[in-house]
């Protein structure tokens, strides 16, 4: 019953708080450490511009059937309605029927108008 009280007293001492301190900041430099190397061996992630041809014949039924499936734009060939390629509308067209383009004038050009569910269409 003497072991408390003499606990409780130590606790209290300046030394005893010193080595506290000091065991403190070996684990934490041995943390920062640790986290240093996890992020020096991560993999980086590089994001590039996929090409995309600049020229596009919109003779053949003005569609662009020949670009890639990265378009800045997708509509369905039986549908009426251009949008992003990460809107819900654009999710529900089948892959056979995908149509993509560059750019709103020539979605427009091939008689597309915007999906209305598509933020920042014009």
């Known amino acids: 019953m ?13 030394e005893f ?6 065991i403190l900041i070996a684990f934490g430099s041995f943390g920062l ?5 996890i992020s020096k061996n991560s993999p980086r992630s590089i994001i590039t511009k996929e090409e995309v041809p600049k020229k596009v014949n919109l003779s053949t039924a003005n569609v662009v ?10 509509a ?33 050009k091939a008689g597309y108008t915007p999906a209305n569910n598509c933020k920042g269409l014009e």
């Not at 708080?17 to 000091?22: E, G, H, K, N, R």
């Not at 450490?33 to 190397?37: A, M, P, R």
């Not at 059937?65 to 734009?73: A, I, R, V």
């Not at 309605?81 to 990460?86: C, E, S």
């Open 65 to 74: 059937s020949s670009l890639p499936s990265s378009g800045m734009l997708v």
């Open 33 to 37: 450490g640790k986290l240093s190397e």
């Open 2 to 14: 003497n072991i408390l009280p003499k606990i409780i007293k130590k606790c209290k001492s300046k």
């Open 76 to 108: 369905s060939k039986n549908g009426t309605k251009y949008h992003f390629p990460w809107c819900a509308g654009a999710s529900q067209i089948a892959e056979k029927n995908k149509i993509w383009f560059n750019s709103t004038e020539e979605a427009r």
């Open 17 to 22: 708080l010193d080595i506290t301190i000091i």
